[in-house]
């Protein structure tokens, strides 16, 4: 079975406007500029094609193209805190390579201004037979600090880190989170222009999250430029003030952080539900083979304030989740329904039966319809679904269940996170200056 390797491959330089120069000055406040970036790499299904693309590369080619990052344009202003998002695959660490001086493009062109401090993965910039001390040194003459810089800030490093005696052991003993806190701590003492920080910070802890998010606001209170790579488009949000979204090394958009994280979210949400089945008309679950046949879901809506099916809601609108059941032949005597809520990912949000809000179980009759109504739903921005179901007269034996079609929740960007909190704010404010 043969095995494909990766190559790295130089393009002719695209030839790009003359009045635009390819390294951004501080005058014109721009940190970072990117123009027509890319790489690309061959692909050579076996060893032996690279021998045969060095001796006969003018008569045919031995290997395919992967472009990890293509024609990608930006500039970031000094002082810009800028969240780049994108799936595993997209070329966020490619391009971000690029950027530090990593790697060279294969296409246009990227500029810097001012030292820049790449966090990109663990190892990088360390000699793992080093001790803590020894690598804390390294690094930040790595990073442009003579040896006095160093011995000045060595201690504001060491409490920073904070681990203890391992400042003396070798790297290769340490945790990936006591190698990302040490990494962390020589970029941010050594004053960096441009911070760029990949995944690294994933390992740590939420104490060392913590730390890190408060360096991070003073680095860029002090006009630090910063580009971070992270999932989750609620911190996105929150801290960048600029996004980058890549899908497939391509660049799909740039701009305002809430705007760009936004469009990510619902392309995640998307895929992660066309990815799972929620059987809206085909036939329900049958988890109590004995009483499969006896009931039926035949439709299930979600109902809007102005009385009609929807498929989109507004925090602190009420909705209700109605639903049609038939019975085909006599069964238990009695049964509970079922409501739940879930996000897109399947986190449980919410559920509840009859029987828990005390009230009896119910005769079922030959079919009815059953409605539940949601006041005042509390739930902030994404996608969601329901689950109704008909359980037995004590709710632990389910008989048939069924989901609504996805619904997508919208706000007014008040919050992030999950749910909405009533909320009133007071502010005294005492010694201000200038005030009688």
Known sequence: MSSETLAPTRLPKVDLPADVPSVPSRSEGVAIRAQNLGKVYHIYSRPQDRLKQALWRWKRTYFKEFWAVRNVNFDVRIGETVGILGRNGAGKSTLLQMISGILTPSTGRVGVTGRV????????????????RENVYL?????????????ERFEAIERFADI????????????????????????????????????ILAVGDAAFKSKCTRVFHRLRD?????????????????????????????????????????????????????????????????HDLSAASVYSI???????????????????????????????????????????????DNLYICGTTTLMEGLEPFEPGTGGVVECELRDLPVLAGTFHFRVAIDD???????????????????????????????????????????D
Request: proline fraction near 5%; include cysteine.
């Open 222 to 286: 002090n006009g630090c430029t910063i580009l971070l790579v992270a999932h989750d488009p609620y911190l996105i949000k929150t801290f960048c003030s600029q996004a980058l979204y890549l899908r497939k090394g391509e660049q799909v958009a740039f701009g305002a952080a809430d705007i760009v994280a936004d469009k990510y979210a619902k392309e995640i949400e998307a895929a992660q539900m066309a990815d799972k089945v929620f059987d809206v008309k085909g036939p329900e679950p049958k």
């Open 164 to 199: 203890g005696l391992f400042i003396d052991q070798p790297l290769k003993t340490y945790s990936s989170g006591m190698h990302a806190r040490l990494a962390f701590s020589v970029a941010a003492h050594v004053d960096p222009k441009v911070l760029i920080v990949d995944e």
């Open 117 to 132: 401090v790449p966090l990109l993965e663990l190892g990088s910039g360390f000699n793992p037979e080093f001790s803590g």
């Open 393 to 435: 007269d004590r709710a632990f034996g389910i008989h048939t269940e069924r989901f609504t079609k996805p619904i997508t929740i919208v706000d007014g960007m008040q919050a992030v996170g999950l749910i909405h909190l009533p909320r009133r704010w007071t502010v005294k404010a005492e010694g201000i200056r200038g005030a």
């Open 298 to 344: 035949t439709d299930v809506q979600v109902i809007g304030a102005d009385g009609n099916p929807c498929d989109t809601l507004r925090t602190g609108e009420s909705a209700r989740i109605r639903f049609t059941y038939k019975t085909f032949k006599s069964g238990p005597d009695r049964v509970t329904f079922v409501l739940s809520m879930y996000r897109h």
């Open 139 to 151: 690094y930040g003459s790595i990073l442009g600090l003579t040896r006095d810089q160093i011995n």
